[in-house]
């Protein structure tokens, strides 16, 4: 076994660790969160389990990035327990799914391995909540960034249900609007019939009274 799988071994074994041992400290991590972290890296490994111990993580979930974009009925139960999800590491097209996908059901974190700050903006950008690089990680600092993943996700669902709102009504609106106008086509079509029809009678009666010699001034031919 290669030195980096040695160590991939020993950072999942932390995790799953973490899973089996949910009951027995449920007192000591009582309020703490509930979070799925997707193909966690091992500095974020670390983060968590110093989260762990600190209260600020109550239990841990570990999943593939997949799993997270394409959920089986079992990932789909476990992302809806969840109180966030952690995506970590290097950001790239794998991960930009995940973020698309997680948004959209649960406030989710970026935690960058690499120093580089663009990393944190084009997650932001695909659809992460909020985003931090791992060296300023601290428990503390954690239970504030899944705090705030969590007040940017509620405003964010709050605006899709409102924009679902608005355009529900402007679909009401537009609909009453195409009811009116075929209403007043039948209307109008209704009133064009008969009226049609007396005014071809009027002008036969007053053909036949200028030929039986009535005179019909401009008055009487208007009305």
């Not at 950008?125 to 960034?145: E, K, N, Q, Y």
Request: hydrophobic share 40%; charged share 25%.
């Amino acid at each position: 076994m290669t030195k980096n799988a040695a160590q991939d071994a020993r950072d999942y074994s932390v995790l799953e660790s973490a899973d089996r041992d949910d009951d027995s400290d449920a007192s000591a991590t009582a309020g703490g969160w509930s979070v799925v972290v997707a193909s966690p890296s091992r500095i974020c490994t670390a983060l968590l389990k110093a989260g762990k111990t600190a209260g600020v993580i109550s239990s841990v979930r570990r999943m593939t990035d997949q799993a997270v974009v394409d959920p089986t009925k079992r990932d789909r139960m476990a992302l809806g327990r969840c109180d966030a999800v952690i995506v970590s590491g290097a950001y790239d097209d794998t991960r930009a799914r995940t973020f698309a996908a997680s948004a959209l059901r649960t406030p989710t974190i970026f935690i960058a391995d690499q120093d580089e700050p663009a990393h944190e903006n084009d997650a932001l950008a695909a659809g992460a909540h909020t985003a931090m690089l791992a060296r300023d990680c601290t428990p503390s600092s954690l239970r504030s960034v899944l705090q705030n993943a969590k007040v940017a996700f509620d405003l964010q669902r709050r605006w899709v249900e409102g924009e679902g709102r608005l355009e529900r009504a402007v679909q009401t609106v537009a609909a009453a609007r195409r009811d009116r106008l075929a209403f007043l086509n039948h209307i109008g079509h209704e009133f064009r019939t008969p009226l049609n029809a007396i005014i071809g009678f009027v002008d036969v009666l007053a053909q036949r009274a200028e030929a039986d010699g009535a005179v019909i001034d401009d008055t009487m031919r208007e009305y």
